[in-house]
């Protein structure tokens, strides 16, 4: 028995996402979730067997979104493909977008941070100088540092 609810989803989250749909108003039996969680997880089992059965055929270790829509497919669940097959998609555009704006940021924060400390260096040079009256201050923005961001 502890086996088997160690391989299946844990009954909170099943629970949760069948209030999702649900009036605010409605309750949920025990019953019904463990028979949601059992069918969940069995669900996944199948799926992902038979993906990994295709790439088991492909010499292949890991098993990735491709597959799974390929076996949602396979096993008659096309419906449920095209919407995987969307969302893939779209999770694959934002990770290359998120990729390349964490290049482009991170070059641009480096020439940023070096023109700022340059800046400063230079700002407090002249200040030093010429600051007639000892109660003047200058006051810097937030978030101007001279300290580089821990990589």
């Known amino acids: 028995m502890v086996d088997e609810q160690e ?3 844990p009954i909170a989250n099943v629970g949760r996402i069948m209030k999702q ?6 309750k949920i039996s025990k019953e019904a979730k463990q028979t949601m969680q059992e069918c969940a997880t069995e669900f ?3 799926v992902t067997g038979e993906a990994s059965d295709k790439c088991h ?5 890991t098993v990735n979104g ?13 419906n449920y493909a095209e919407a995987i097959v969307k969302y893939l998609h779209k999770y694959r ?8 704006q964490n290049k482009g940021t991170s070059t641009q924060d ?19 100088g010429s600051t007639s009256n000892p109660s003047e201050f200058t006051v810097l923005d937030k978030g101007k540092s001279s300290f580089t961001k821990p990589s």
Do not use: Y
């Not at 480096?110 to 030093?128: A, G, K, L, Y």
């Open 44 to 46: 996944i089992s199948f």
């Open 57 to 61: 055929k492909e010499n292949r270790k």
């Open 93 to 100: 555009e934002a990770e290359r977008e998120k990729a390349n």
């Open 21 to 26: 749909i649900l009036p605010p108003s409605a």
């Open 110 to 128: 480096n020439r940023d941070e070096e023109s700022n400390h340059e800046s400063e260096e230079h700002t407090e040079q002249q200040q030093v």
């Open 66 to 78: 491709d597959d799974i829509c390929w076996a949602l497919s396979a096993l008659g669940f096309d």
């Open 7 to 9: 391989r299946q989803l």
